[in-house]
């Protein structure tokens, strides 16, 4: 069917009338609204969402509490004040894999091809995914904290200090949830991105400081973790949480999300763009 002249003009007198397209900001309010609806509205989800976290967290504390004994862990007064600053971590790691997987999930379900139908940025897609998955990465962190507290003994340096390494967390989370999300508009199946998220995610997690000290590692395994940038988010979260001596460990961490953030924004944009 062909607009007519007059149907043009028409709509360009609606326009004029007072119809316009809504802000940036509003559509990503509502997606990012539309998302924790969906994360929150099944108890069932929520529920072994916020278990899985603790119960990693209660397997690593035992099966690896040996290492409580090596020199660079008793000056931590227990392998679990160790181990809980790296475990938010894992979690954040986890939860930026999942927007990539989510976002992947509405293109499939057809929800995306439905929004390149309306006047809506695109971006305002990506960026709502993400907020959304921060706000659910703030309850999984702020509940393993508290478990940990209560049923592991683990003991924070003070309210700022454990405050402080949650928001860095989040902040880390929001960045590395970047590169799972250019990771899922690159590729085209879900098996796919689990694969290739895996690969990214694992490596860079035990080829850290996350469970045991750098010191303690063979020689090839030390230098991959002295490169590898979670160990510095590692580092930091923990020197935080724990009221120790940070030094330059919350830049570089800091870095590393504004980094990630950048680069995955950028790669993501671009392949979201492309007609799918």
Known sequence: MRLSAVDIAAGRRQRQDGWSPSSLWTQ?????????????SDYRLVFFG????????????????????????????????FLMPATLVNIAMTTAMSSGVGLLTEIYTGFIGRLRAMPITLGAVLV??????????????????????VFLEFRPGGVLG????????????????????????????????????????????????????????????????????????IDATRAL????????????????????????GWLASRNFRRAR
Do not use: C, H
């Open 241 to 264: 949480s724990l009221g120790m001596p940070v030094g330059s460990a919350v830049w570089a961490a800091l870095g590393l999300a504004v980094g990630t953030a950048a680069l995955g």
């Open 128 to 149: 709502a995914r993400t907020l959304s998955d921060s706000v659910r990465l703030v309850v999984q962190l702020v509940v393993s904290v508290l478990a940990a507290v």
């Open 50 to 81: 916020l278990l899985q976290p603790i119960v990693m967290l209660l397997l690593f504390s035992q099966v690896f509490s040996g290492i409580g004994q090596l020199p660079g862990v008793t000056q931590y007064s227990g392998y679990i004040n």
């Open 162 to 233: 454990i405050t402080s390494a949650l928001l860095l967390t989040v902040a880390v989370g929001w960045g590395l949830s970047w590169i799972f999300i250019a990771i899922a508009t690159w590729q085209s199946k879900p098996e796919t991105m689990q694969a290739v998220s895996f690969i990214v995610m694992f490596p860079l997690m035990f080829g850290s400081s996350a469970y045991m000290p750098v010191e303690a590692m063979p020689g090839w395994i030390r230098v991959l973790s002295t490169i590898n940038p979670i160990t510095y988010a």
């Open 28 to 40: 990503i309010s509502v997606l990012t609204g539309r998302s924790l609806g969906s994360a929150f």
